[in-house]
């Protein structure tokens, strides 16, 4: 099984890239996280091991991360959060608190008519909006509301 940094050296290596400290950071802190994390949150943890690195470097390095197909982007409330789980799954996000869970995939597989209306369909994810259990039952618990993470969103694994 390979290790996150050996991931990443063979993504790099693969496209031609190099592999610097500050890919090496800024993907270790998505694939470590299961909060989904938005870039200014990467940012500050990335800066416990970095301390010179810039926001734009961030932004930048996870950007080519993205293009890798080492971390997913996606649009919550409140800005663009950073998944570093790959395997296809879906999230659900909570419109009261923010927090996002992954979830299993619940779209169909592979869409001919779609892909034959729009060319070739290579990944999809689905977002579902709704309100959380935790703000449902008695609202924005403590889980809700862990610092540091980009609005007070929380993510759950529910596997």
């Keep these: ?12 290596r693969s496209r031609g890239l190099r592999v610097t400290p500050q890919r090496i950071a800024v993907y270790r802190a998505v ?15 990335v800066r416990r091991v970095l301390p010179a690195i810039s926001l734009d470097t961030v932004y930048r390095t996870l950007d080519s991360l993205v293009a890798l ?13 950073f998944d570093g ?9 909570c419109t009261k608190c923010g927090r996002i869970t992954d979830v299993a995939c619940v779209h169909p597989g592979p869409l001919p008519e779609l892909n034959a209306a729009v060319g070739e369909v290579r990944s999809a994810t ?10 449902r039952d008695g609202g924005a618990g403590e889980e809700c509301r862990i610092p540091g993470n980009g609005g007070g969103a929380a993510a759950v694994r529910e596997k």
């Design 69 to 81: 197909g080492l971390v997913g982007r996606l649009g919550a409330l409140d800005k663009t959060r």
């Design 126 to 135: 689905l977002q579902l909006w709704g309100i959380c259990r935790s703000c």
């Design 85 to 93: 789980v790959t395997a296809a799954h879906d999230h659900f996000i």
């Design 31 to 45: 694939a470590g996280s299961t909060a989904h994390p938005a870039v200014e949150t990467i940012w500050r943890e």
């Design 1 to 12: 099984m390979e290790t996150v940094d050996q991931t990443l050296v063979t993504a790099c």
